[in-house]
């Protein structure tokens, strides 16, 4: 994917299993809002190929229901109530679970009469969350969902993200900076930096095949068993930080 002559990200190369909630990790500029974008549809890449679900993303409306999306901003409309946005969702979607959404606004403390643009920015992020997650589509892409969410917000999502993943059969992929939420909840994971895809996997393989080992004066993350247990957030900072020795 390019950007005029910027190079958003290029070689790659990746296959994701079904049924994954998936970590992307990357420092800023490393591409993952254009991976996201790409996997949603809502970009075409400049080269290459890419199959969501078996299909080109965006690609009619059996596909686009297959897929929900929540970008980093939270977008809504802010004239609307949060009913409003449900009854949108309802009209909108052919898998929409009402009952859910409205347990889960109800839950949250959110009052159903209450315009968008009024709400906090946690509240916003909850009630697009919501939205997404009450659309019941096969895969669910969040672009930093918790950026906006205090501590305790942030840990009701992910048990909340938890048991919807155990309730129904749907992938996510999940971007985030915040390293020690991914560990939480993501059985696999992609690294991105440079725009280039740097690790991809399942976690508890990735983790089983690097070790941390003493070389000189100092210790280094290889990719190979023998030597110490690393745990992901120094996985994953080793190979953004190119020290991994392949």
Known sequence: MRY?????????????????VVGLVGPNGAGKSTFLGLTGGLLTP????????????????????????VAQDAPLYPSLTVADHLRLGARLNPRWDQPYAEARIKRLGLDPGQKAGRLSGGQ??????????????????????????DPLARRMFLQDLQEFVAEVEVSVVLSSHLLSDLARVCDHLIVLSAAHVQLA?????????HSRVTEGDGERIVPKPDGRPVD?????????AGEVVR
């Open 124 to 149: 916003r992020a909850q009630l697009a969350l919501t939205l997404a997650a009450a659309k019941r589509a096969q895969l669910l892409i969040l672009d930093e969902p918790v950026a906006s969410l």
């Open 46 to 69: 400049t080269s290459g190929r890419i199959a969501v679900l078996g299909h080109r993303p965006g690609d009619g409306a059996a596909q686009l229901a297959d897929v929900a999306f």
């Open 201 to 209: 996997g399942d976690v508890s393989s990735l983790l089983a095949g």
């Open 232 to 240: 992901l957030e120094d996985l994953v900072l080793a190979y953004m």
């Open 4 to 20: 005029g002559r910027r190079v958003a990200l290029t070689e790659c190369t990746l296959h994701v299993p079904a049924g994954r």
